[in-house]
């Protein structure tokens, strides 16, 4: 895996490469100090030993990763809405509540053993035994489309469009408010503009909140460059809306943080939506219902589109809204109905 390191780089080695890494290597700091001490890292051609070592903007670093060790993880029978599989890739809608990978709070259950099962051999081994073929994630809580690699040469082509940022990602999310290229208070709000057609554009730096590492928090002098765009697709009673969000980068929580930054929470999401609730007088107590029983962040990956990483062709794909959105956009056309 080779990359480029970005303006501005820290003094550190081992910080710049935990920086400027693609995000869907999946290499934590600690991870890369111990390639780093392997001597699994070059820079510009010549393998670096010292964490400490300094770089420059636009030096070329090198990574070298060793096989994935056999997993530890067992396949478990757990339905899977295939969209499209082939010889190299699988494209896989998945579910609210579903875990991606393994972490310590869920050891099973998740896509990856249910991938094990579905695809027996067949993963990419790149992502680690912990993570075989898992090129990019969505949150727990969050539905819809995933490629994941079944082989090494496809999981590097698609990792290269990830970390190139080609990769066509669409989203439905409904939001606190409706975004409007006339309200003074996004105007004047820092890295935020509109753009031809009445798209949002955010733009900040996302990092680790200072207080609570579970959450991210919008920066600007630290953390990895971020961009969301949204667009309104519809409006409830000018007091909550569907929008399509679409990301030029993809950071952990991005759209979930940026949307809140922008005075546009999710609904229902517990992290990053606080206790934020909807004015009964102006849509109705049914929707105000509605949203309050809405047990995750209202959020769905409906749009995927990348060039296959073996075969060159174009591939696109899209998934409907799952059926708890459906309700609660009913819910909410009911009530801002004349």
């Known amino acids: 895996m080779e990359f480029i390191i970005a303006a501005d780089p820290p003094s550190r080695l081992d910080k710049a490469l935990a920086r ?74 998945k579910p609210a509540g579903m875990v991606v990978h393994p972490a310590p709070g869920s050891p099973s259950g998740t896509l990856v053993n249910a991938l094990l099962h579905h695809c027996g051999d067949d993963l990419s081994g790149v992502g680690g035994a912990r993570r075989p073929g898992i090129v990019h994630r969505i949150d727990k809580d969050t539905s819809g489309l995933l490629v994941v690699a079944k082989t090494d040469r496809a999981h590097h082509g698609l990792a290269e469009q990830f970390a190139a940022h080609t990769v066509e990602r669409h989203y439905r999310a409904v939001v606190h408010g409706v975004p409007d290229a006339a309200d003074p208070r996004l105007r004047g709000l820092r890295g935020v503009a509109f753009e031809s057609g009445q798209v949002l554009r955010i733009v900040t730096q996302l990092d680790r909140h200072p207080t609570d590492r579970q959450r991210q928090a919008v920066t600007f002098e630290r953390g990895r460059h971020a961009v969301t765009r949204a667009r309104l697709v519809e409006s409830f009673a000018g007091t909550a809306a569907l929008v399509e969000c679409w990301l030029e980068t993809g950071r952990t929580h991005q759209i979930r943080v940026h949307m809140t930054y922008a005075g546009h929470a999710l609904i229902g999401d517990p992290t990053y939506g606080g206790r934020r609730k909807l004015a009964e007088k102006a849509i109705g107590a049914g929707a105000v219902e509605a949203a309050a029983a809405f047990g995750r962040q209202a959020l769905h990956a409906a749009t995927l589109g990348f060039t296959h990483p073996v075969t060159g062709e174009a591939l696109r794909f899209e998934a409907p809204l799952p059926e708890d959105m459906v309700a609660l956009l009913d819910a909410f056309r009911g009530a801002a109905a004349p």
Do not use: F, Q, W
């Open 20 to 93: 400027d890494v693609p995000e869907e290597a999946a290499l934590s700091r600690s991870r890369l100090a111990k390639l780093i001490a392997e001597g699994a890292v070059a820079v510009n051609g010549v393998t670096a030993m010292e964490p400490k070592a300094r770089v420059a903007e636009g030096d070329r670093v090198a990574v070298t990763l060793a096989p994935a060790a056999e997993s530890h993880m067992l396949p478990e029978a757990i339905p899977l809405t295939i969209i499209h599989e082939d010889a190299d890739l699988v494209v896989v809608n």
